[in-house]
């Protein structure tokens, strides 16, 4: 047996050269599965931040798509006085509506001819329609041409309403600019006497009619939009109804009724001395003129 001298042991020989290499190789290798993780974790985190991107989106959409049809319901309700107002004007005969006194009958008409214009919010439509990114975030071929669909019928229902109101409107104007080219004694007597703007009138039930048929068709392509993507019909309104909810009321004050009752003359337009008296009488003050 060899002996060892414990006080001065062999010299052992080492290859500093490999324990470099070693040192090196497991840097490498440490700072490569480091960098792997990290890239994993980072494409974890946009993955699940371009799943809520895609779920925020289509539940923006297929909100906008609900409010419009929310909103040719409530429309469509809201017309129902002037609906029956019509028809009742429509049933009677001129010679009889002509014993009403003038204001009186002024006052039912106007009643039936101011009809509101049909707006929407196309603010999520504009954002999913002009944005490539959203489209390629969403990547729901099927989703992307039902809501397509959805948007070309709701931009056909507002264009076609809103032309049937804007007729109402020149009628009326016109009748009221030029009464001379219309038979009758009072101006509502020429309107009411005149057939296009019966026919106009009369459409006013078989609009209320369309509205909620064209509401209810809206709906259904919506569920199918919430199938494509998956999401569930109570989500949808639960998310729609957060939005109303948060919405701001800014609807100004009611006007007083007092100051359409003095049209301001030529003379007024260059003294307001007309309007100044009315201010005075409002304000309870005597009046200078």
């Not at 929407?120 to 071929?141: H, L, M, P, Q, Y």
């Not at 199918?224 to 109303?244: K, L, W």
Request: hydrophobic share 40%.
């Amino acid at each position: 047996m060899t002996k060892i001298n414990i006080i001065r042991p062999p010299k052992i020989s080492v290859d500093k050269r490999k324990s470099f290499l070693n040192q090196l190789v497991m840097i490498i290798v440490g700072t490569t599965i480091s960098l792997g993780f990290t890239i994993a974790a980072a494409k974890l985190t946009d993955h699940i931040q371009r799943v809520k991107d895609r779920r925020l989106s289509a539940l923006m959409v297929m909100s906008n798509i609900e409010s419009f049809a929310r909103t040719m319901e409530t429309r469509s309700d809201n017309m129902a006085p002037a609906d029956s107002l019509a028809a009742w004007l429509m049933s009677k005969p001129l010679g009889e509506l002509e014993q009403m006194p003038e204001a009186e009958l002024k006052n039912l008409l106007d009643r039936v001819t101011t009809v509101s214009i049909l707006a929407r919010d196309k603010s999520a439509e504009n954002i999913f329609s002009n944005n490539i990114e959203t489209w390629k975030n969403v990547g729901n071929v099927k989703f992307i041409d039902l809501v397509g669909a959805c948007f070309s019928a709701m931009e056909s229902v507002e264009e076609d309403y809103n032309n049937w109101v804007k007729d109402i409107t020149a009628t009326e104007r016109e009748i009221k600019y030029h009464p001379d080219n219309y038979e009758g004694t009072s101006i509502p007597l020429k309107i009411l006497g005149d057939e296009k703007m019966r026919r106009l009138l009369k459409g006013i039930h078989n609009r209320r009619c369309w509205l909620r048929y064209a509401a209810a068709s809206l709906r259904y392509y919506n569920l199918r939009n919430m199938q494509a993507i998956g999401i569930s019909e109570e989500e949808v309104m639960e998310f729609t109804d957060g939005r109303e909810k948060d919405d701001v009321n800014t609807a100004p004050a009611p006007i007083a009724t007092d100051y359409y009752t003095a049209p301001i003359s030529p003379d007024s337009l260059t003294t307001l001395s007309h309007l100044n008296a009315r201010l005075d009488s409002i304000m309870g003050r005597s009046s200078a003129l």
